[in-house]
């Protein structure tokens, strides 16, 4: 029986994807000296926001995500990010591959929320792993399944995923709105004769008492 172990040894920011995607660089090792002819992975990325602290600017934007602050040992709770599927080649001993991650910028959804919501320190992950093992013995071929109970844990710098954004959307995030209300801001625009959307929301929030950062 194969006795495997994970680790997640680097994230770095892909240069030239598409949208934006994160290269988890994994290592993982086979420690009974079995042959591995391929494996078939499925790798489970959860955030876990209990495992840090939250201050100042952090702390107050977080609020919109996870209640108030005197609610949270009950509301930082692990969040799905996403699973991937990787093909792993075969080898002896250990091996690393890279596993791309495409990551959205959508503050709809609650990883991007919280990934927004930060400025400093990581974003603590949890990678669980499961899928199908093919060795080569004496014997011939072997077939192993691979539980879940297999894991790697990851402190992603949060200015790595900053890196990563600016790099796609310079100084700018998406925000999704219903037509209706897009075209309330238009009419509001033009009636007032302002020349961009951002002044557009500059000039609301400064009507709300609300003071840019």
């Given at each position: 029986?194969?006795?495997?172990?994970?680790?997640?040894?680097?994230?770095a920011p892909q240069r030239?994807?598409?949208?934006?995607?994160?290269?988890?660089?994994?290592?993982?090792?086979?420690?009974?000296?079995?042959?591995?002819?391929?494996?078939?992975?499925?790798?489970?990325?959860?955030?876990?926001?209990?495992?840090?602290?939250?201050?100042?600017?952090?702390?107050?934007?977080?609020?919109?995500?996870?209640?108030?602050?005197?609610?949270?040992?009950?509301?930082l709770k692990p969040m799905?990010?996403?699973?991937?599927?990787?093909?792993?080649?075969?080898?002896?001993?250990?091996?690393?591959?890279?596993?791309?991650?495409?990551?959205?910028?959508?503050?709809e959804v609650a990883a991007?929320?919280?990934?927004?919501?930060?400025?400093?320190?990581?974003?603590?992950?949890?990678?669980?792993?499961?899928?199908?093992?093919?060795?080569?013995?004496?014997?011939?071929?072997?077939?192993?399944?691979?539980?879940?109970?297999?894991?790697?844990?990851?402190?992603?710098?949060?200015?790595?995923?900053?890196?990563?954004?600016?790099?796609?959307?310079?100084?700018?995030?998406?925000?999704?709105?219903?037509?209706?209300?897009?075209?309330?801001?238009?009419?509001?625009?033009?009636?007032?004769?302002?020349?961009?959307?951002?002044?557009?929301?500059?000039?609301?929030?400064?009507?709300?008492?609300?003071?840019?950062?």
């Amino acid at each position: 029986m194969a006795e495997l172990a994970f680790d997640c040894v680097n994230v770095a920011p892909q240069r030239y994807a598409v949208s934006p995607t994160l290269t988890f660089r994994l290592r993982i090792a086979e420690l009974s000296g079995a042959a591995i002819h391929a494996m078939v992975l499925r790798c489970q990325i959860r955030i876990e926001p209990q495992r840090r602290s939250y201050e100042g600017e952090d702390a107050e934007l977080l609020t919109d995500l996870f209640g108030d602050k005197s609610r949270w040992g009950d509301t930082l709770k692990p969040m799905q990010l996403t699973t991937e599927s990787l093909v792993v080649p075969g080898f002896t001993g250990s091996t690393e591959v890279e596993m791309p991650v495409a990551m959205s910028y959508d503050v709809e959804v609650a990883a991007g929320k919280y990934f927004h919501s930060l400025r400093d320190g990581v974003i603590p992950l949890i990678l669980l792993f499961n899928g199908t093992v093919f060795g080569k013995g004496d014997n011939g071929f072997w077939i192993e399944q691979v539980p879940w109970h297999h894991e790697a844990t990851y402190r992603l710098p949060v200015t790595v995923w900053w890196e990563l954004m600016d790099a796609y959307f310079p100084n700018s995030t998406w925000l999704r709105l219903p037509r209706r209300t897009v075209d309330a801001l238009q009419r509001y625009k033009a009636a007032h004769a302002i020349p961009t959307w951002d002044a557009a929301v500059e000039s609301l929030l400064q009507q709300a008492g609300e003071v840019r950062p």
